[in-house]
């Protein structure tokens, strides 16, 4: 297959055109004269985290708390490791974020006092279904930014120690994308289909995250030598069980309670209450013969299980569809929850570029946001917003008077040859779909998955390194007979690069700073006076580099002074 090479040249590059990558280049447009570019390996209209809508937004600043408490509940809930100053400036901006996107269009459910409609303590309630749709509109408004669509970018193009574009391929054309820009920001999403999901074979994509967020922003960030941080600290989304539909829509909209097998409320048995321990106190049941667990939902009202068969309707139908089949509802029975498999996701949990207040990243020329931003936990929808407007402002004076740089003919070359082999390879001995689910496998068997009930050693953590080098091996053998597999294989090699840099955190930290997101057997406490500080990594020369980095607080404006600027 030969593959036409195309040279693009624009201000502002911007990778992922998700929640935060809209938003942020919808405020660089209406806050400058620069050229914006989106390349979205889906369609803008209907990709990521948002692609089937969401019915709550879940950071939100209600008229009883202020930004200061909102950093408080985060740090307290990530048990101290947070940026301060990530979190802070973000929840300064979250209620005007909100109100930007309900201007567009969003529908934000009030009361009859006018009031936000709260579904818990710091989320209100929206019908969100559309909320992809209005803000690709919103983007394609502007005359400013051009959308490239079904593009999968595969790396970033970098001249000594700057980011100065990047390169993908079209997925329904055979051409490769030489893209330059003055800046680039990176809004891809988070890892999924890293460890082995509830529901393997033919329900594999009935996960909790995005099955087609492969965490390529990262892996991009990993091998282009980015500082990286707090990968250990996974997410594991506590669910309704097979449907993995949300748990929070029941928990926080009926303020239901988590019971086992006998009818008994056991959350506080493992703790003071946070998102962590309500998964880790559900693992620990099922453990000890207590289990199922369920949220106790049996007896509710007639109103609410209609509010909740329409709820999960719009997002989650399985959920709805499993109750009319089985001629049930959360009225006549409780609802069982189970742990999911762990993902690397920056809007929940720290995982991500460890970058400075202003979303720099370590490279110079390169920001990010959203998903792959690392440090500020609990962002979700509109800390995402808040993210983009906050690189959207610095990256406007960043490029003043900024000139296009370009790599060499022979550079360029040498990369198109590292696309091309996949064609000229020889019919390769494995799948890329055996590849990817013995990934799986070790990952889960090896690293924390749900079978090891999310537990791990440094044993088991050093197989599981070794033979993810071996898969690297073979995943380079792999051949490609359209664009469609071409994509398949970069998604594998980009989840083995996230699976290297994982494997090296969770083998730094030791101790268990958050049950289940991180049990180390072999640590199985909590040590502030060693740990109460950043985990962070940076690949030289094929190697994980581990960092560790003091604690920054919510006043302080960080500057990546110790780094190459």
């Not at 920001?185 to 994509?205: L, V």
């Not at 690297?472 to 053998?477: I, P, S, T, V």
Request: aromatic share 10%.
């Amino acid at each position: 297959m030969k593959l036409k090479r195309k040279r693009l040249i624009t201000d502002v590059l911007i990778i992922g055109g998700g929640t935060a990558g809209c938003f942020c280049a919808m405020t660089i447009a209406e806050n400058s004269n620069l050229d914006v570019m989106i390349v979205e390996k889906a369609h803008i209209k209907r990709s990521g985290c948002l692609a089937a809508g969401v019915n709550a937004l879940n950071a939100y600043i209600a008229p009883n708390e202020t930004p200061e408490s909102f950093v408080d509940y985060v740090k307290n809930d990530s048990e101290g490791i947070i940026r301060e100053d990530l979190v802070y400036s973000i929840a300064k901006r979250l209620n005007r974020v909100i109100k930007r996107i309900e201007r567009l269009g969003l529908p934000i459910l009030k009361d009859q006092n006018g009031n936000y409609v709260q579904r818990g303590k710091r989320s209100i309630k929206i019908n969100g279904e559309n909320i992809k749709p209005i803000l690709a509109e919103a983007v394609l408004t502007q005359d400013r930014i051009t959308v490239l669509n079904k593009v999968n970018m595969i790396d970033y193009l970098k001249k000594e120690d700057k980011i100065i574009g990047g390169l993908g391929f079209a997925l329904e054309e055979n051409v490769v994308y030489e893209i330059y820009a003055k800046a680039v920001i990176c809004a891809t999403g988070g890892a999924s289909g890293i460890y082995r999901p509830n529901n393997p074979e033919f329900s594999k994509h009935k996960m909790w995250y995005c099955p087609f967020n492969t965490g390529a922003g990262y892996a991009m960030g990993i091998r282009a030598g980015a500082e990286m941080t707090t990968f250990e600290m996974r997410f594991i989304a506590l669910r309704c069980k097979d449907t993995i539909a949300p748990t929070g829509t029941i928990a926080q909209g009926i303020e239901t309670y988590q019971v086992n097998s006998k009818g008994e409320p056991y959350v506080n048995k493992y703790g003071e209450s946070s998102t962590a321990t309500r998964l880790y106190a559900t693992v620990k049941e099922n453990e000890i013969g207590n289990g199922p667990c369920f949220l106790k939902t049996k007896g509710i009202k007639e109103e609410h299980e209609k509010e909740l068969f329409k709820a999960y309707l719009n997002m989650a139908p399985s959920q709805t569809l499993k109750w009319i089949e089985t001629n049930s509802g959360p009225a006549s029975e409780n609802v069982e929850i189970e742990g999911t498999e762990p993902y690397i996701v920056g809007g929940h949990t720290g995982s991500g570029y460890w970058v400075d207040t202003n979303r720099k990243t370590t490279l110079k020329g390169l920001y990010a946001i959203g998903d792959v931003s690392g440090g500020s936990p609990k962002k979700y929808v509109t800390g995402c917003f808040a993210e983009g407007e906050i690189a959207a402002f610095s990256v406007i004076e960043y490029v003043q008077d900024r000139q296009i740089q370009m790599l060499e003919e022979d550079e360029v070359e040498t990369k198109l040859k590292e696309i091309n082999r996949f064609f000229k390879n020889s019919d390769s001995p494995y799948s890329i779909g055996e590849i990817e689910s013995a990934m799986q496998k070790i990952m889960d068997e090896y690293a924390g998955g749900i079978s090891a009930r999310y537990g791990y050693n440094e044993a088991k953590l050093k197989v599981a390194d070794e033979r993810i080098d071996q898969l690297f091996k073979l995943c380079y053998q792999l051949k490609a007979t359209d664009m469609h597999e071409l994509l398949f294989i970069y998604e594998i090699l980009d989840r083995l690069y996230i699976c290297k840099v994982l494997i090296q955190h969770l083998l730094a930290r030791r101790e268990t700073r958050w049950k289940a997101y991180q049990e180390n057997l072999d640590y199985p406490q909590k040590d502030d006076n060693k740990f109460l500080k950043y985990v962070n990594s940076r690949y030289e020369n094929g190697k994980i580099k581990i960092l560790f980095r003091d604690l920054v607080g919510r006043d302080e404006f960080y500057e990546h002074s110790n780094q190459k600027r």
